[in-house]
């Protein structure tokens, strides 16, 4: 079984700055890749950020220059700088992990629950 977890999500006015983490645990052999998605009231789902195994990132257009993704792979973690915050960026942030949990298996991407950041003067 594999738990993905978010935190970190809050209330920030614009132009101020959050960090949020995603701890991935349970039965892990290697984490191919992880990433944060987010989806606002009314729109569907959208990729955010992205870090492969190899340290390679990608970002939205919007996010590019203001969010930064990193991971601490010790603690099977990935966390989501954010900067700059604008009020677009209001939504429910998810964290997804392409997790093999056995050597020999296939991958399998786990959704955590969310986290609410909410930018709002």
């Known amino acids: 079984q594999v738990q993905i977890v978010e935190s970190g999500g809050g209330l920030v006015q614009p132009g101020g700055s959050l960090r949020l983490s995603c701890a991935a645990s349970?039965?892990?052999?290697?984490?191919?890749?992880m990433a944060w998605y987010r989806q606002a009231p009314g729109k569907q789902r959208e990729l955010v950020a992205t870090?492969?195994?190899?340290?390679?990132?990608n970002y939205k257009d919007s996010a590019k220059g203001r969010f930064t993704i990193s991971r601490d792979n010790p603690k099977n973690t990935v966390y989501l700088q954010m900067s700059s915050l604008r009020p677009e960026d209001t939504a429910v942030y998810y964290c997804?992990?392409?997790?093999?949990?056995?050597?020999?298996?296939?991958?399998?991407?786990?959704w955590g629950q969310g986290t609410q950041v909410t930018v709002s003067s």
């Open positions: 349970g039965s892990i052999f290697r984490i191919y890749a």
């Open positions: 870090q492969t195994s190899d340290g390679s990132t």
């Open positions: 997804n992990a392409e997790i093999q949990t056995r050597w020999g298996v296939r991958t399998n991407n786990y």
